[in-house]
């Protein structure tokens, strides 16, 4: 949909923390398209961040916003269990997605959101935005321009700076909505390949009152892929130096490793040792990737290209998210459902 010279018109739904940093990407950060339009059922939410922007369209009800004639694609912010019937509904109205992670919570969920934007014929994109940060990127190149030869061994690891209030936090969070990105980061780096089992390790070590909720804080997952190759994926919910997102991928002809807790490349050599400044929110440590993955929906929006995050990927890192919490449950290896690219 569009044409080479139309500014496209985005709406946004979901003005909180992650819908704000986007809303500001939209209207400031992508050439050729503008941010017309927001919606969040919070009271004076919506109007808030339409105050910061200059957005004159300002709405209460998401369906409203999806309903506009005005508006070309929209981005989904919203609170991750509402996502899919989000994208669902927005592709029935003939907008094109931008959904933040996870797409769905179950794989029904899944199915239903990637068909409704196909037989709508619009882009639909996930927010893996690993896949658009510099070093990652590469990562995936050399795999597949053969640098490091077969990929045998492969790590992704996500540790959020700080817990906040695990007692309103959705059961499973750790699978569904955090270690979902190493999942999808995993695949990246594996190209090719798909994940046939997991294993899963974790505990409630940071909160311990809430694990019998199904809250955990701190996990390893021990994941095979087809090709032979085995990953693991990490999380934990309080790294005290800061936000922290590395991987690495080991092949038969060398080693990729990417990623940094660093704020920039400067360290500090005194008298009290060796030091460096590091960074507390993802949306300052991974800002360029941000700000990349939504020109690239954009340039998907304009061109009908289909996005480097496609629904399919999200639907295969939801399957091995689901395959952790079978496996955590049943305290053994479990196959991953049908996994597909």
């Known amino acids: 949909m569009g044409t080479t010279s139309k500014i496209i018109r985005l709406g946004l739904i979901g003005a909180g923390r992650m819908g704000s940093f986007h809303g500001l990407t939209a209207a400031r950060h992508i050439p050729g398209a503008c941010l017309a339009a927001i919606a969040d059922p919070t009271p ?21 916003l999806l309903e506009d004639p005005e508006i070309d694609a929209v981005l989904i912010a919203a609170p991750a269990r509402s996502h899919a019937e989000l994208v669902i509904s927005a592709a029935r109205a003939g907008k094109a997605v931008f959904c933040e992670k996870p797409m769905a919570i179950t794989l029904d969920e899944a199915d239903r959101a990637i068909a409704a934007a196909a037989d709508a014929q619009v882009a639909l994109q996930v927010g893996f935005n690993r896949r658009f940060a510099k070093s ?33 936090s959705p059961q499973w969070v750790i699978f569904l909505e ?19 089992q997991v294993q899963v390790m974790a505990d409630a070590l940071i909160a311990p009152a809430y694990k019998d909720k199904g809250f955990l804080d701190t996990a390893v997952v021990t994941i095979r892929f087809d090709n032979g190759a085995i990953a693991t994926a990490e999380a934990n919910f309080q790294a005290v130096y800061g936000y922290d997102v590395r991987g690495e991928v080991f092949g038969s002809a060398g080693m990729l490793t990417m990623g940094s807790l660093n704020d920039c490349d400067l360290v500090r050599y005194l008298a009290g040792g ?15 990737a941000y700000i990349a993955e939504l020109n690239h929906f954009v340039e998907c929006v304009r061109t009908g290209a289909k996005p480097l995050a496609s629904g399919e990927d999200a639907r295969a ?11 955590f449950q049943q305290g053994k290896p479990v196959a991953v459902p049908g996994a597909r690219s």
């Open 44 to 64: 004076g939410q919506a109007a808030r961040l339409a105050a910061e922007l200059g957005v004159a369209r300002v709405y209460t009800d998401p369906q409203q």
């Open 274 to 288: 060796i030091q460096a400044d590091t960074q507390r929110m993802d949306t300052d440590l991974l800002r360029d």
């Open 317 to 327: 890192a939801l399957a091995i998210a689901r395959a952790c919490i079978e496996s």
């Open 136 to 168: 990652f990127r590469t990562a995936h190149l050399d795999v597949v321009a053969g640098r490091i030869g077969t990929p045998q061994l492969l790590r992704s690891l996500t540790r959020d700076p700080a817990l906040n209030n695990p007692a309103a």
């Open 178 to 196: 955090t270690l979902i990105h190493d999942f999808d980061t995993l695949r990246y780096l594996n190209p090719g390949a798909e994940a046939v």
